[in-house]
């Protein structure tokens, strides 16, 4: 028996992008912290993080688990529309990281300055997300309240 839905499947889709972003932030971390990938290396890895950004972005913009909770909640949508607004620019970050990592001389100081550059852009996106994610539980939350 088939149980899937639409909404089950774009929450299957989000999950799995989700996985993939994690997966990506931890292999760049630790190709960071021991300093073992060349330059070109880290910077591929920074440019398949902004593929998966975007892929993520998309998915959530369009259709997504939290386009369908906005529609649950038309009094959200200001905030949504805030946090969505904040993905070009987190784009945008991800994209220049990886191209300043593609330029690197592979000195100590390219690998401090990148860490730094990657740790600040991984404190946002979780900034990011924990409002995101505090947005669908108040929305979920409300729903749950008005139907009990």
Known sequence: MNTSTPEFDAHETTLDDHR???????????????????TAEIGTLLTQLGGV???????EEEGGYFADAIS?????VARANALMAQHPAMAATAKAIAQNAHHGDGSDDWWDRTQELFRAFVDELGEHELHENRLL???????????G
């Open 72 to 76: 649950h909640a038309p009094r959200m």
């Open 20 to 38: 993939a972003l994690q997966w990506i932030l931890e292999a760049i971390d630790r190709a960071l912290l021991e300093r073992t990938a060349s």
């Open 137 to 147: 539980q108040e929305v979920y939350a409300q729903d749950i309240g008005s139907h």
């Open 53 to 59: 950004l975007i892929q993520l972005f998309e998915q």
